[in-house]
């Protein structure tokens, strides 16, 4: 059939665009359900296009269900690309319309041809009201779709201007960074390095990024830890810490380096990425093996310990004076390598309060359990360039040959000190004898000359007496004779007893009421004695010399002061130890052993009392005590200060 045939067909044909019309489908469904024989029509010539009945478009009504007629619907609206809600509701709207027209159709069956002339004029009022509908809902879409396409480039606008943001602010942390820092892709490949990477291995950028790691620097950095690093351990792991490896660079030399690393995932694709940081520790290990030869050079155990008490590092002289190996003592409690731990950790803790300690008496337990070293402890603090307390460094200072030599010295002076004891008493009793004979002749001369060797001898007699009590108080068998007696009356006692010793000082007393003490009177009188003495002595071109007495509601204390040679600050707390005399340049002038002001330490301690020594270190000195009142409970120790149990 040609063109010219279509004149002659009948006039209810229609063409696929008035029956897509009038079925209210896609001019594609039609076609398809033609091709298919779903739809009966004639097609004009081999590339013509169909043309159907009105009948047969009916009969497609029939055979078809709503849900299909409702399907082809729905997929000419997608082929249009139309989503509006309120093209849904068109849709809607129009299969329900078609959906009425099919069930009046089947009640009707075939009976009339008149109901069917009713239906077609029905569907073709509907097929013109629901496209003047559908023209509106789809330029309402399309309004709705550009504002939507609007909105949307929007929020991509700000979505884009977000990562740039990011982006350049990551670059700039990048660039901050102090150490040298590199960017890598999956492959290793360099995408970004800082400045101080540049600097720090002197390349260019240029011969830098999108290259192969290992190339970089003519492959100076195909390092076999650092690819054990990137190859095996952090795809694994994902983070790498403190990774150290060392490597000899052409242009830079031997370096030792702490690497950090981290994969990151960048993107919606989840692009892989490497963040490698690197530091240079090279001074810093230069510095630690320094410390660590100057460490390991020292004689004496040298240890390291923790804010929590525990051993940090140790010398080769610690392992040897323990027995343990360096392993073994790290990471344990410092004070149990003494045969004291609680006086051990007493002096730990002193170092936190005083930020020191010096010469803290302690002995080292070896691993054997009998071999014991006596040290003299120097601690002091550590801190960071915060002020961050790190630690305590202590050395131990071995004084195990000189304590035995002291106390061979001290056995030597305590068999002396007996063997002059017993001649000097004779010469004493002989001097008296010849005296008196020479004083019933009337040989004036021979009695000042007796006179003066007996004041020698007592003398004599003093320094042995000191010999032998410091060597009682070393051996702690120092005798106490204690009980209550009248501090005020004691000390009028010696004052005047004093005062017969010297013609060129006036001793002026300041006392206090009478006060009843319990102690050793003896021993108290001869610290008293040993004060006036010492004042007597150190100030011989002055008169005065003031005893000051004052009580409190639970002690008395004793004050005497001279204005003689000063005592230096620096040497005040040692005035006080054993053989100990203040140093100047008339220091020849005074004669003595040092050990007077040690006993009188020493006695003092022992009644659980206070003693110390106040002087501008330019002239004059005021020796002080102080002594509890009442009875105390004492420990029978050696000559350590401890603490009375009150009464």
Request: charged share 30%; with cysteine.
């Amino acid at each position: 059939m040609t063109k010219t045939d279509v004149s002659i067909l009948p006039r209810d044909l229609l063409d696929v665009h008035k029956a897509a019309t009038f079925l209210d489908v896609s001019v594609t469904t039609i076609r398809r359900w033609a091709q298919q024989k779903r739809l009966n029509g004639v097609k004009l010539g081999v590339r013509g296009d169909w043309l159907f009945a009105k009948e047969d478009l009916l009969k497609m009504v029939k055979e078809n269900s709503v849900s299909s007629i409702e399907t082809s619907l729905r997929e000419r609206m997608k082929e249009q690309s139309m989503e509006s809600r309120h093209f849904r509701k068109a849709i809607t709207s129009a299969t329900g319309n078609v959906r009425k027209a099919v069930n009046v159709q089947a009640d009707m069956g075939r009976t009339s041809s008149v109901s069917q002339k009713k239906i077609i004029t029905q569907l073709d009022e509907f097929s013109h009201t629901s496209r003047q509908e559908k023209i509106i809902n789809l330029k309402q879409a399309v309004t709705l779709t550009q504002e939507y396409t609007n909105e949307i480039i929007r929020e991509l606008n700000v979505i884009n201007e977000e990562v740039t943001i990011t982006r350049d602010y990551a670059d700039a942390i990048i660039r901050t960074v102090r150490g040298p820092l590199l960017v890598l892709n999956k492959d290793l490949r360099i995408i970004s390095a800082n400045e101080a990477f540049y600097t720090a291995f002197r390349v260019a950028p240029s011969d830098t990024e999108n290259r192969l790691l290992y190339d970089l620097g003519n492959r100076q950095w195909n390092i076999p830890k650092l690819r054990l690093l990137l190859e095996e351990i952090l795809p694994e792991k994902n983070t790498i810490e403190d990774f150290v490896v060392e490597h000899d660079f052409k242009d830079i030399g031997q370096k030792t380096m702490l690497l950090n690393a981290r994969t990151l995932q960048q993107g919606p694709d989840k692009t892989s990425l490497i963040l490698l940081a690197i530091e240079d520790i090279t001074q810093t290990k230069q510095a630690s093996q320094y410390a660590r030869s100057l460490i390991e050079a020292s004689l004496d155990p040298l240890v390291t310990i923790s804010p929590d008490g525990k051993i940090t590092d140790v010398n080769e002289a610690t392992i040897k004076v323990t027995g343990m190996l360096r392993q073994r003592l790290i990471g344990t409690d410092f004070s149990n390598y003494f045969t004291e731990p609680e006086k051990a950790s007493e002096g730990y803790q002193q170092v936190f309060k005083k930020g020191f300690v010096t010469d803290y008496p302690l002995t080292i337990r070896h691993a054997d359990g009998k071999r014991l070293t006596d040290v003299l402890y120097n601690a002091s603090l550590y801190k960071d360039d915060k002020n961050t307390v790190l630690g305590i460094f202590a050395a131990a200072r071995d004084i195990t040959e000189r304590k035995q030599f002291e106390q061979q010295k001290d056995e030597f002076v305590s068999i002396a000190s007996h063997e002059l004891k017993t001649p000097v008493t004779s010469i004493k009793g002989y001097a008296q004898v010849l005296q008196n004979r020479f004083k019933k002749e009337g040989n004036t001369e021979a009695v000042r000359l007796l006179v003066r060797m007996d004041g020698q001898l007592n003398k004599l007699t003093s320094l042995i007496a000191d010999l032998l009590d410091a060597t009682k108080i070393e051996g702690g068998k120092l005798q106490f004779h204690e009980g209550y007696f009248d501090f005020k009356e004691l000390v009028v006692e010696i004052v005047e007893e004093m005062q017969q010793t010297t013609t060129k000082h006036e001793l002026t007393k300041k006392l206090a009421p009478p006060k009843t003490v319990y102690g050793d009177r003896d021993r108290i009188g001869q610290v008293i004695t040993n004060f006036i003495s010492n004042a007597i002595k150190y100030s011989p071109h002055t008169k005065e010399i003031m005893i000051t007495t004052s009580e409190h509601t639970d002690s008395v204390t004793l004050s005497v002061q001279d204005f003689g040679i000063g005592i230096p600050k620096e040497k005040q707390g040692r005035v006080f130890d054993r053989f100990f005399r203040v140093s100047g340049l008339k220091q020849d002038t005074y004669a003595g052993l040092g050990l007077g002001l040690y006993i009188a330490g020493e006695i003092v301690k022992r009644h659980s009392g206070n003693i110390w020594v106040e002087s501008n270190g330019k002239r004059g000195a005021t020796f002080c005590f102080r002594l509890p009142i009442k009875k105390g409970k004492r420990k029978n120790q050696t000559n350590t200060l401890v603490e009375e149990e009150r009464t």
